[in-house]
């Protein structure tokens, strides 16, 4: 709910000024929020199984994939849906583990029935600059999964990674 603040009044105020882009943690917070805007794109950061994806296709909404059983139930819809993708650079909490690319690849180009439109990840300690080092090699290890991401899919996709701390800095 915007931190406390009120996911309706944020998006509201947010939507004022310009924004159109929204991302929520959960699909219940999605729903309340596309009820009262039909016309703003809104990412789904939490993990969903085959009904919530079936939810997104009907509601327009756009879920991240960060697992292989997330996969294996977008395989099985029936609609396209477009999806980002989470990776694991360090955090280690959810997300596509470096060594899980090549498979990933290969679900990835075996089906049209999804669209990538962001691969991301999350930077676990770039408020920190003594950790400068590991959070470095966060993004060299995004860099390279991106560009094979983009490479071996013929595609492109926004790429998103920067938290609040690094965008900051």
């Not at 406390?4 to 943690?25: C, Q, Y």
């Not at 879920?63 to 996969?71: L, W």
């Not at 849906?81 to 997300?95: A, E, F, P, S, Y």
Request: aromatic letters at 10%.
């Amino acid at each position: 709910n915007a931190y406390g603040h009120g996911s309706i009044k944020v998006v509201e105020f947010l939507r004022e000024n310009g924004v159109k882009f929204f991302a929520v943690s959960l699909l219940e917070e999605a729903l309340e929020i596309r009820r009262i805007y039909s016309d703003i794109s809104i990412l789904i950061m939490g993990v969903l199984d085959y009904e919530g994806f079936e939810v997104c296709s009907e509601f327009n909404l756009t879920p991240t994939v960060s697992n292989h059983d997330q996969i294996l139930d977008l395989l099985k819809m029936k609609s396209k849906l477009n999806i980002h993708v989470k990776i694991d650079t360090g955090m280690n909490r959810l997300g596509f583990a470096e060594n899980e690319i090549p498979a990933l690849i290969a679900y990835l180009s075996s089906t049209s029935s999804f669209l990538i439109q962001s691969v991301f990840s999350h930077l676990a300690a770039s408020e920190d600059p003594a950790s400068d080092p590991f959070t470095f090699q966060q993004f060299s290890i995004y860099q390279t999964v991106t560009n094979q991401l983009s490479n071996q899919l013929n595609c492109s996709f926004l790429k998103h990674i920067a938290n609040s701390a690094a965008a900051l800095r």
